[in-house]
């Protein structure tokens, strides 16, 4: 079991930046992949960035790229999502969901809900002036 802790949200303006944090019960380095999720009000939840714990591999959602960088800190076992340029758009419950050892078509995958086995409770990000 992966217990996942997201933190960082809250209300920012357009243009401003945010840093979302996701904390993991377990190393990120063991054979982890953690995603960042998003679901507005009456849309989809739909993936943003994923980070793999172990070779540091990182994904991106087009409507995010350039905007927003996810890391990882493997001393705490934690991942970020620095967000920049903030548009309204961007307003959401944002989720970190993980799936252990992926498969080798994760790559072309990786966007995909059905791909992650842990969810943490999400964090309300809203952007508004």
């Known amino acids: 079991q992966v217990q996942l802790v997201e933190s960082g949200g809250g209300l920012v303006d357009p243009g401003g930046s945010l840093r979302l944090s996701c904390a993991a019960s377990?190393?990120?380095?063991?054979?982890?992949?953690i995603a960042w999720f998003r679901q507005a009000p009456g849309k989809e939840r739909e993936a943003v960035s994923c980070f793999d714990g172990v070779d540091r591999t990182t994904y991106y959602a087009d409507s995010v790229k350039g905007r927003f960088t996810v890391s990882g800190d493997s001393a705490t076992n934690t991942i970020y999502l620095q967000m920049s340029s903030l548009k309204p758009e961007d307003t959401g419950v944002y989720y970190c969901?993980?799936?252990?050892?992926?498969?080798?078509?994760?790559?072309?995958?990786?966007?995909?809900?059905?791909?992650?086995?842990?969810w943490g409770q999400g964090t309300q990000v809203t952007v508004s002036s």
């Open positions: 377990t190393s990120i380095q063991d054979y982890l992949v």
């Open positions: 969901a993980a799936v252990r050892n992926p498969g080798s078509s994760f790559y072309y995958t990786w966007a995909r809900e059905t791909e992650y086995d842990y």
